[in-house]
Nanobody, 120 residues
Framework: QVQLVESGGGLVQPGGSLRLSCAAS????????MGWYRQAPGSQRDLVAT???????NYADSVKGRFTIARDNAKNTVALQMDNLKPEDTAVYYC??????????????WGQGTQVTVSS
């Protein structure tokens, strides 16, 4: 079983920055796409950014130019640098990955979520 563990959430003022990190662990697996989703109260879980093993990235329009996603394939980690944060960025942020344990099918994996609050 693959586990994703996030860190780095917290409270920040508008215009501030935060960096989220996520590490994948488990026994003998392959990771494909990694990324971040977020869910605000009363809303659905939405894509924030994804990154392929090749390094190709995809961002939600609302975060383009402010957020940067990066990954370390050797360490099975993904990070999200969030700059110029806005109150509407407030949400629980979830790490995501498509993984394939050896001998099993490709499936999604999710972290437990980390709260990001942008408020003055």
């Amino acid at each position: 079983q693959v586990q994703l563990v996030e860190s780095g959430g917290g409270l920040v003022q508008p215009g501030g920055s935060l960096r989220l990190s996520c590490a994948a662990s488990g026994i003998a697996f392959n990771i494909y796409v990694m990324g971040w989703y977020r869910q605000a109260p009363g809303s659905q879980r939405d894509l924030v950014a994804t990154i392929a093993t090749s390094g190709n990235t995809n961002y939600a329009d609302s975060v383009k130019g402010r957020f940067t996603i990066a990954r370390d394939n050797a360490k099975n980690t993904v990070a999200l640098q969030m700059d110029n944060l806005k109150p509407e960025d407030t949400a629980v942020y979830y790490c995501y990955a498509t993984v394939r344990p050896i001998g099993a099918l490709v499936s999604p994996a999710w972290g437990q979520g980390t709260q990001v609050t942008v408020s003055s």
